[in-house]
C-alpha cells in the first residue's frame, strides 16, 4: 500500500486508485456498463499519457491508424502490475499533466476510484475530510452547467453551499441535497450516489430523462 500521509488529494486519490486496480486484477468489475478494470485502467493510461492512442487508430490515415494501432496494442500487452505501475508513477516530468494535475485529476480519480469501489457488494461510503469535500465542491461548482443538462432547474444543495443550474423553458424545480462527493457523483450519472431528491412528481420524473456526465 502507497504512504500517503501528506499528499494531496489528487495524488491520494491516485495511489488509492492503483492500490485497487493492483489488488482486483485487470477483470475486476466497475459500476460503469461494459466496463472492468482493464478498461478503466487503460482510458486513464491513454487520456494522460498518450492521447494521441485514444483517436489515431481511427484516423481515415492508414499509416498513422496502424501505427497507433501497434502502439495500443503494446500497451495492452504489457503484464497487469507494469500497466497499473504506468498510472501510478503519473506522467513524465515535462508533461503539462502533471502541472495540471490536480485541476486535471481530482475529480477524475474521485469518480472513477468510487467506479471501482461502489461494484463491490459491501462497499460504503468513505469519511472524507471537509477539506477533500471543500475541493471536490470546487470543482463541481466549476463543472455543474456541463455535467448536468435537463428540462428542471437543478440546484445543488451541500453544506459547502449551493449551484443553480438553469434550464431554458424549464419544466419545474428539484433540489438534489448531499456531501459534495455524493453530489458529484450524482452529476456524473453514478447510480449510487448518495444523494436525496426534492420537488413534485412532475420535476421529478422529467429530470429522470436528463443527461448527466459527459
Known amino acids: 500500500m502507497s504512504d500517503t500521509s501528506a499528499a494531496s488529494l489528487v495524488q491520494r486519490e491516485r495511489a488509492a486508485l492503483a492500490d485497487l486496480l493492483d489488488a ?6 466497475t459500476v460503469l456498463p461494459g466496463w472492468e478494470a482493464s478498461d478503466l485502467l487503460e482510458h486513464l493510461l491513454l487520456r ?12 481515415p490515415v ?3 491508424a496502424r501505427k497507433a494501432q501497434k502502439g495500443l496494442d503494446a500497451l495492452r500487452a504489457l503484464p497487469w502490475a507494469q500497466r497499473v505501475e504506468k498510472f501510478r508513477s ?19 480519480y474521485f469518480i472513477h476510484l468510487e467506479d471501482l469501489r461502489r461494484a463491490r457488494p459491501d462497499w460504503e461510503p468513505r469519511e472524507l475530510a471537509a477539506s477533500d469535500q471543500a475541493q471536490l465542491w470546487s470543482g463541481l461548482r466549476r463543472m455543474a452547467r456541463l455535467l448536468v443538462k435537463a428540462d428542471v ?3 445543488l444543495i451541500s453544506p459547502h453551499g449551493s449551484v443553480r443550474i438553469p ?5 419545474g424545480a428539484v433540489s438534489v441535497h448531499g456531501q459534495p462527493s455524493e453530489l458529484l457523483l450524482w452529476a456524473f450519472g453514478r447510480e449510487h450516489a448518495q444523494v ?5 412528481d412532475s420535476a421529478l420524473q422529467a429530470l429522470e430523462g436528463a443527461r448527466r456526465g459527459f
Open 24 to 29: 482486483g486484477g485487470p477483470a475486476a468489475p
Open 48 to 59: 494522460e499519457q498518450r492521447p494521441d492512442l485514444m483517436i489515431g487508430p481511427k484516423l
Open 62 to 64: 492508414a499509416p498513422v
Open 90 to 108: 503519473g506522467p513524465q516530468k515535462l508533461s503539462p499533466v502533471r502541472v495540471l494535475d490536480g485541476l486535471m485529476n481530482t475529480v477524475e
Open 153 to 155: 432547474e437543478v440546484t
Open 167 to 171: 434550464a431554458r423553458n424549464a419544466r
Open 196 to 200: 436525496s431528491l426534492q420537488g413534485d
